[in-house]
């Protein structure tokens, strides 16, 4: 199993990013994917997750602003990131699986910060 993710990097507050996430060696189409993520010192929080059928969890953190969606052509798992708050300053994991529990990649970094 290998998940790469990318499309981390620096915003200002009220900006957007898209993070996508490259998976391999398992079926992707078949597997719920998640998102998590884990802020400086704090532990690890489930941010959103998608169904193998296309249902989509968002935790109430982020309901409204983040959209989380799944190219199963491309094995790709995406994260779109919107009114982004300096409280969504974290690294963020891609995840196969439910929970934060489960294997996940080596994370991308999100910094927003004026």
């Known amino acids: ?12 507050p009220g900006g957007s990013l898209r993070l996508s996430c490259a ?5 992707f189409s078949t597997s719920h994917m998640s998102w998590a ?9 489930w941010v959103s997750g998608i169904s193998v059928g ?9 309901k409204g ?10 094995n790709t798992l995406f994260l779109q990131m919107n009114s982004l708050k300096p409280e969504d300053s ?3 994991y891609c995840v196969r699986g439910r929970t934060v529990r489960d294997t996940r990649g080596r994370g991308t970094q999100v ?3 004026s």
């Open 1 to 12: 199993v290998q998940l790469v993710e990318s499309g981390g990097g620096l915003v200002q």
């Open 23 to 27: 998976a391999s060696g398992f079926i």
């Open 37 to 45: 993520r884990q802020a400086a010192g704090e532990g690890l929080e």
């Open 54 to 62: 296309g249902t989509t969890y968002y935790a109430d953190a982020v």
């Open 65 to 74: 602003r983040f959209t989380i969606s799944r190219d199963n052509a491309k």
């Open 90 to 92: 974290a690294v963020y």
């Open 111 to 113: 910094n927003v910060s």
